[in-house]
Each structure stands twice: as C-alpha cells, then as structure tokens.
C-alpha cells in the first residue's frame, strides 16, 4: 500500500511490523555516501506515524521514528 491508508490486520502492531519491513527491503547505500529518504523508508515513516496514531503507547514507534531522525508526535502522559 503506497499511500498507507490500507486496513492492516492487527491495528498498530500490524502498521509498526509493516514500517521494520519497509526497512529492511531497501537498499543498503554506502557508509561514505549520505542516506537521503528512499520509497521504503518514506513508507516505513508513515506506517510508524499511522501505529502511533492508533496506539500512542507504542514504544517502538517512537524509537524507530527517532533512529530515522524524524518528527513525532509528543508520547502521552505515562498511565496513572
């Protein structure tokens, strides 16, 4: 789904698996050259935002969004 818009199985789970999956099948590029946003990894941005859309408490979303160095939205207050 390149628009990311597709009903995933499992909700956020589903969206979050599908943006590891974005990662992984990209090309690797060079360490010497510098990594600018491929198709994949832009999909696998928006499959991170959508998971966080639909569960604001997935940790991994934010972790992953942060290690591609892109904005996010604030994470909730911790539970009472």
């Known amino acids: 789904d390149p628009t990311g818009t597709a009903i995933v199985p499992n909700g956020a789970a589903g969206l ?10 990209q090309p690797q ?5 510098p990594r600018d946003d491929t198709n994949e990894r832009s999909r696998a941005v928006l499959y991170f ?3 966080l859309e639909l569960d604001p408490y997935l940790w991994s979303a934010y972790e992953a969004l942060a290690a591609l160095g892109k904005e996010f ?8």
């Open 16 to 25: 979050y698996l599908l943006g590891t999956i974005c990662l992984k099948v």
């Open 73 to 80: 939205p604030p994470p909730p207050l911790p539970l009472p």
């Open 49 to 51: 935002k959508r998971a």
């Open 29 to 33: 590029p060079p360490a010497s050259l």
